[in-house]
């Protein structure tokens, strides 16, 4: 081989290996990549999880929304959800949350998603990029119910006459689903302000259908509406704010004027003013409060009140209307012409334990040696059971010395029974007392009630009480002895017995009766010579007792006479 030929060879074989380094260089690198792509797919990707998830609910309207800190392009996001009915807390299937999938931003609506409103859900999030996805989110759970937001109520508004009428239709008005069912639950609250500078805002509740007076005439006046549940502690979203301006009211003569309730003790009177000068009668008419809290039209429902139609005067009592002391009342007066003109007075509240007012009680006062009595009556009398019941009364006494000296101490005794007692009496003193009834839980109290006095007695007539009792207790005791004895005397409880009662036949005379001496022969005693042995002994034992009892004097001429005859047989039996 020439020298050209060696070189032409020598130079493909550096071309060669060349080509050959190159191609290893270039497998090299392929197989990294290779290597390489299953790693990112087993989760090494350079997308980041969405941070702060949160779930913005208004009604049944839901919104999440999330914050992303990667400055990747091209990135989307999609949503899951789970949810758990009945508390029942075992793991369920994640499912896509319609609404949020591949969205570009960071927030979605997922309102179709949710219908359980009651139960407990969970929902997370990641981000996506062609084939790259990130790691899920944290977890975020859930109850719709206690998360929602009220929505702003609708608002309608009518100038009319110098006052505003308003109409709201509560939140959720024309939805299917909602999520506030009660909606008769739902308080308003209204802001109100005039369009100036210099506003001052106004606040106060409103019925769903009501009229805003007090407003100055030709004057704009903007407001917004708010609806509550009070007794969940949820305060929604004010409404749009919405202006009108106010017309000048027309001055009607016929309108009754200055319409106003006086209660007393449960015994309700409306008064108002008449300002027409020719012939005018009124109607007294009333509506229950439950039916304003409605959102139907009730200009229909009101009543005319018993015994206050078509009447002249400018009072009513309207009491036979008050059925219960918990409901809320509400009263207008229609005053017509004789040309059948007609005008409605503005309305009045009555709450009726709150408009009524508590009268003074009845008082009582009685004294005994050491103690005063104080008997009360509560106000309305006893036979008023809903003073007595609903307001719990107490009652406050006030009792004092009346006497010259002025700087005499008014003490203050408070009780809740209707019968009190004060002691520490000083003897002979003037006593005068009075009471009030009060309320606690109603703020509520009486006049006092009319001073009842009394005088304590002295110690003088307790001595004469002791004095009467001294004399009296051992006369009591003679003259009982004494009708004892009389009893003995003229009336015995039992008779002797028979044995005892009488000799001969005859009764036994009381031995404290005094008796006729009776007169008594004299007998002597012929001493006959005893030719038969006989026991003198015996026989002197027994003239010696015949004697006795002939000196007593008690026998009778029978009993002397039957006595000489026993002697005699005596004797001759002897002989």
């Not at 981000?127 to 977890?139: F, H, I, K, L, M």
């Not at 407001?223 to 004010?238: C, N, S």
């Not at 309108?255 to 020719?278: E, G, I």
Request: aromatic share 10%; charged share 20%; net charge negative.
């Amino acid at each position: 081989m020439d020298g050209g030929a060696a070189a032409v060879a020598v130079g493909l074989g550096r071309g060669a290996v060349a080509v050959l380094a190159a191609a290893a260089a270039a497998a090299a690198v392929l197989s990294s990549l290779l290597v390489a792509l299953p790693v990112r797919c087993a989760g090494q990707t350079n997308l980041k999880s969405p941070q702060d998830i949160q779930v913005n609910v208004v009604n049944t309207n839901f919104t999440l929304r999330w914050n992303y800190t990667g400055n990747d392009t091209n990135v989307t996001f999609s949503a899951e959800y789970r949810w758990f009915e009945d508390f029942v807390t075992n793991e369920t299937e994640w499912k896509e949350l319609a609404g949020c999938q591949n969205v570009p931003h960071t927030e979605c609506d997922f309102s179709s998603a949710i219908t359980k409103y009651y139960d407990t859900h969970h929902v997370r999030i990641r981000a996506e990029r062609r084939e790259e996805v990130s790691p899920w989110s944290s977890t975020f759970e859930m109850n719709p119910y206690l998360i929602a937001q009220i929505g702003p109520p609708g608002v309608e508004l009518q100038s009319t006459n110098g006052v505003i009428k308003i109409k709201i239709s509560p939140p959720e008005a024309n939805q299917v689903r909602k999520m506030w069912i009660a909606h008769l639950r739902f308080k308003y609250n209204l802001v109100i302000w005039e369009n100036s500078s210099n506003a001052e805002f106004r606040s106060q509740s409103i019925f769903p259908t009501d009229t805003i007076d007090d407003l100055a005439p030709d004057t704009t006046y903007c407001l917004k509406v708010q609806a509550t549940l009070p007794l969940d502690l949820q305060e929604g979203l004010f409404s749009p704010i919405h202006c009108v301006k106010t017309t000048r009211k027309v001055n009607d003569l016929l309108c009754a004027t200055d319409v106003s309730v006086l209660a007393l003790n449960m015994k309700f009177h409306l008064h108002w003013n008449n300002r027409y000068k020719q012939h005018v009668s009124y109607n007294v008419q009333y509506l229950i409060g439950y039916l304003k809290k409605l959102h139907d039209d009730y200009s229909t429902q009101w009543l005319n009140v018993p015994g206050c139609e078509n009447i002249t005067d400018t009072q009513c009592n309207f009491s036979s209307i008050i059925s219960t002391t918990s409901g809320i009342y509400y009263l207008r007066v229609q005053a017509m012409s004789e040309y059948n003109k007609s005008c409605v007075s503005n309305e009045v509240k009555v709450d009726p334990l709150i408009t009524n007012e508590i009268g003074p009680p009845g008082v009582k006062v009685d004294i005994s040696d050491v103690l005063l009595h104080i008997q009360i009556s509560p106000p309305g009398g006893s036979e008023n059971e809903v003073m007595r019941d609903h307001y719990d009364l107490s009652y406050r006494i006030l009792y004092w010395k009346n006497s010259s000296n002025n700087e005499e101490e008014i003490k203050m005794k408070e009780i809740k029974q209707t019968i009190g007692t004060i002691s520490d009496l000083t003897p002979l003193t003037l006593y005068c007392v009075k009471v009030q009834a009060f309320s606690e839980f109603y703020n509520k109290s009486s006049h006092y009630s009319k001073e009842e006095c009394i005088k304590t007695p002295g110690a003088t007539f307790v001595i004469a009480l002791i004095a009467v009792f001294l004399v009296a207790t051992p006369l009591g005791f003679a003259l009982y002895q004494a009708y004892n004895k009389i009893k003995y005397v003229f009336f015995p409880s039992c008779q002797p017995p028979l044995n005892i009662e009488g000799f001969g036949g005859q009764l036994l005379s009381s031995p404290f009766l005094s008796t006729t001496e009776e007169p008594i022969e004299n007998c002597s005693i012929i001493e006959t010579i005893i030719t038969e042995e006989v026991n003198q002994t015996d026989f002197k034992d027994y003239v010696h007792s015949k004697q006795s009892s002939r000196d007593s004097g008690n026998y009778s001429n029978d009993d002397t006479s039957g006595s000489k005859v026993s002697e005699e047989m005596l004797e001759k039996e002897i002989v």
